[in-house]
């Protein structure tokens, strides 16, 4: 079945419920949603044919605040970690895992950050450029 070439979709949670195209690659959030369980639904519809895909999660200060009536307390939390592998943040109260293959570029911004990191202690950019 030939699938029309569709280069971007805007919807909100609601609009996304039983919509399965099977090549989306990325998905963006302008804000968080309410809880992880929703935020790994949403973003559990990119890579459903096995190809890459990444999430992209926008927020600021304001949109995590704990004082906005129906945000809780795991995804306030989980924009807030600084200490631990997003995926694995987002994985393990749901009983998944992350996958043993992933490479650090390819998991996660706090990752790839941990990757970089090592790279400036060991002296691999030169910092006369």
Do not use: W
Request: charged content about 20%; hydrophobic content about 35%; glycine content about 6%.
């Amino acid at each position: 079945m030939e699938y029309p070439r569709i280069r971007l979709i805007l919807t909100s949670s609601v609009a996304g419920m039983g919509f399965d195209p099977p090549s989306v690659m990325r998905i963006i959030h302008a804000r968080p949603p309410r809880n992880l369980s929703q935020y790994l639904q949403e973003i559990g519809r990119a890579g459903r044919r096995g190809q890459n895909s990444s999430a992209i999660l926008h927020y600021n200060k304001r949109d995590i605040a704990k004082n906005i009536p129906g945000i809780q307390e795991d995804i306030v939390q989980y924009c807030n970690n600084e200490e631990t592998c997003l995926r694995e943040l987002l994985l393990k109260p749901f009983g998944f895992s992350k996958s043993p293959g992933i490479a650090n570029e390819n998991c996660c911004s706090f990752c790839l950050n941990e990757d970089i990191s090592k790279l400036y202690k060991a002296g691999a950019f030169d910092n006369n450029v």
